[in-house]
């Protein structure tokens, strides 16, 4: 197995889901071949795919028009990403196939091709002809794809898009990248954001450690690496990671998290008690997810991810910052394509049953190399619409729900595989690509200059609640009377942190907002209540929202309900996030200073009606007091208690709900002099 395919076939969810497949394939073709083709046969099963094509290509020098032998070149090929050899054998032959329009390609030949195959072997030349570049051919073997009768319809999103490859460079320019290495023997891929800099995998030690069945097929197994940022922007010179961090066989990719503490990472499943390769026959070795403590670039304390099997392969873990989720790939029966991406949380001290993230984000190939930059998810995948091979897509995660899938496009994205990208801002990070060779992965850094993209751009604005009405006749909403001088405040709810407007126009703030998040909006006008709504931004990664603030004027005699004003059970004592609310309420008193008010507090009818009575008088005092030691003159505000008098909802039949209880434990101002 050669480096080139490792990611296919050890790291990309991998021996079993993608062999199988492609085996059962050829099991469709009967031929009779020559000693040097059953030697290639062997070889491939065997997965020895550079040893495979010696024995084909020996087969062809013996006879050239071995047709089964070509197809099989092909495939190979193709295994080891090698697409500019692949292209003209299988145009070769997917010509002579077309031309019979019939499942018997040559009378010769003697090789016989299922519908099925036929299909398989249509969608393996038009992903070469993309990997190539050539485009416009595979828009037209697209359109005699889409005669067969075994055409995957999963999959015409995917190739109907390479007639628009245009579409995927409109932000090129924005872009600048470079790759930070390219050694023609190694390969590198993986990155993961680690202290000043990132860990990364690599087979660039010299040593040759193990062999494969084919003597000629020679491989190095992958360790972990550490670099950092020089002074001068480059990078320092890379330091395999501790002995204790690597075992004998393939380790990574990974991920830290917890502030570097803590890392999730990819290993060759191994016996726990031999420590050898955990194996379901001498061909076939499974992946798995190990967690470990990460100190002085020392991994240790490995445990094993509960859900790991030796019957499939689970990698490519990307880990929460703050440790709560992980999503990983994995080819576990039941998914929707040879890998899906898994979602798992991390509950009472373990994990929770992974969940499939679903057929919006997984496709009938393979989606693999999630990474996390907030609640964005980037990954990897050869079955959305894209440039050829495996490109990088994005989207916004609301829990386990994705949001719009989004191909970042080129130049992270081209025909050849582009994976792995992480991220801490959205503008700069690093992402991997074999686009210079073939058969080696290069480490690349990019940075984005377009101001604003994948962020939503918010116009929030007050307007008089009394002006939202409709027109009687059409029954269309009238525009809204914008309010002047309003003050508008916008908080994301993570951190409480307001957030500044990019500009002011027209009384209207402008907001530039992550995707994903709830953020609470608080306007205020004199001679008007008061007023905070709650927005969630979204999924969509772009785009304009449009955020009215409708607010109540303030006449005697009306009444502002105050939401979020709690206080513990039994209790008149406000809770820190009570005084959020209240803090805007007293704003709200400054800016109209003659302005006189009664505070009514109310509770439900749970309770003793006398023991109600006096418990809401001291809550509504205690509200009082806080306004007090803000600084609000006393003689402005009058506490009542209702008690129980005064139920927005009728409890006394004991048939309400904690809902209902929670409508009628409320606090109330009322104006009583402007």
């Known amino acids: 197995m050669t480096q080139s395919i490792l990611k296919y076939t050890l790291l990309l969810s991998l021996t079993i889901v993608l062999v199988l ?3 059962a394939q050829y099991a469709n073709l009967k031929y009779v071949g020559s000693s040097s083709e059953k030697k290639g046969d062997i070889e491939m099963a065997n997965e020895s795919y550079m040893a495979a094509i010696k024995y084909y290509k020996y087969a062809l020098q013996e006879d050239s028009t071995n047709t089964s032998a070509t197809l099989k070149l092909a495939r190979c090929y193709r295994r080891v990403n090698d697409n500019l050899k692949a ?3 299988l145009r070769e032959f997917i010509g002579q196939l077309y031309q019979s329009k019939g499942a018997q390609v040559s009378a010769d030949s003697g090789l016989y091709v299922s519908d099925s195959t036929k299909a ?8 070469a002809l993309a990997s190539n570049k050539k485009y416009d051919e595979a828009s037209y073997w697209y359109e005699r794809y889409k005669e067969l009768n075994h055409a995957n319809p999963e999959q015409f999103a995917r190739l109907e898009a390479y007639a628009q490859y245009t579409d995927f460079y409109k932000d090129q320019k924005y872009y600048s990248v470079s790759h930070l290495s390219n050694a023609p023997d190694r390969s590198d891929f993986g990155p993961a954001y680690y202290k000043d800099g990132f860990l990364f995998v690599s087979d660039r030690h010299e040593k040759v450690i193990v062999r494969s069945k084919a003597k000629e097929n020679r491989m190095d197994y992958f360790d972990i690496y550490y670099t950092s940022k020089r002074p001068d922007g480059g990078f320092v010179t890379p330091k395999l990671v501790s002995k204790k961090a690597n075992s004998m066989y393939h380790e990574g990719p990974l991920c830290a998290y917890l502030n570097g503490s803590k890392v999730a990472l990819t290993r060759n499943s191994l016996n726990e008690k031999k420590k050898v390769l955990r194996r379901e026959s001498d061909q076939v070795n499974t992946l798995s997810i190990y967690f470990a403590e990460l100190e002085d670039n020392v991994i240790q304390n490995v445990t094993s991810f509960p859900y790991n099997s030796s019957e499939y392969n689970n990698a490519y873990p990307a880990v929460a910052e703050d440790g709560s989720f992980m999503i990983y790939s994995s080819d576990q029966p039941g998914g929707y394509g040879l890998s899906d991406l898994y979602i798992t949380y991390w509950k009472n001290d373990g994990w929770t049953e992974p969940k499939n993230l679903g057929p919006e984000i997984n496709t009938s190939e393979r989606d693999v190399f999630p990474s996390l930059n907030g609640n964005i998810l980037y990954f990897a995948s050869n079955g959305h619409p894209g440039l050829g091979g495996l490109d990088v897509y994005k989207t916004v995660l609301n829990g386990d729900k994705v949001g719009t899938i989004k191909n970042v496009g080129a130049p992270v994205n081209s025909n050849k595989d582009d994976f792995g990208l992480i991220t801490k801002t959205g503008k700069q990070g690093y992402f991997v690509s074999n686009r210079r060779n073939e058969l080696n992965d290069v480490i690349y850094s990019y940075e984005y200059t377009k101001k604003n993209d994948d962020k939503l751009i918010a116009f929030v604005y007050a307007v008089d609640s009394s002006y939202q009405q409709t027109d009687s006749v059409t029954n269309e909403e009238l525009p809204y009377k914008v ?3 309003a ?8 951190l409480n942190s307001f957030l500044a407007p990019i500009e002011v126009r027209n009384d209207t703030f402008i907001y530039v907002l992550d995707t994903g998040v709830e953020y609470s909006v608080i306007a205020a006008k004199q001679q008007y209540f008061t007023r905070k709504m709650t927005y969630l931004s979204g999924s969509e990664l772009n785009g304009e929202l449009d955020w009215p603030i409708p607010l109540d004027s303030m006449e005697v005699g009306k ?10 059970f039994d209790k008149a004592t406000l809770r820190d996030s009570s005084k959020f609310q209240l803090n805007y309420l007293i ?11 009664e505070l009514h507090s109310h509770t439900d009818s749970r309770g003793s009606e006398s023991y109600n009575q006096r418990l809401s008088q001291r809550r509504a005092q205690s509200v009082v007091d806080y306004m007090v030691n803000a600084g609000i003159n006393e003689d402005r505000l009058v506490p009542v208690g209702f008690g129980e008098s005064k139920p927005i909802i009728d409890c006394s039949d004991g048939d309400c709900t904690e809902a209902n209880h929670q409508l009628n434990r409320r606090t109330e101002l009322l104006v009583t002099d402007l």
């Open 587 to 597: 704003v709200m008193l400054q800016d109209n200073p003659t302005m006189k008010a």
């Open 559 to 568: 009444t502002m309900v105050l939401h979020d004003i709690l206080y513990d």
């Open 120 to 127: 398989f072997l249509y969608y393996e030349f038009i992903e």
């Open 87 to 89: 292209e003209p054998l």
């Open 483 to 485: 309010l002047s001088n």
């Open 21 to 23: 497949p492609i085996q």
């Open 487 to 494: 003050s508008i405040n916008v908080v994301d709810t993570r």
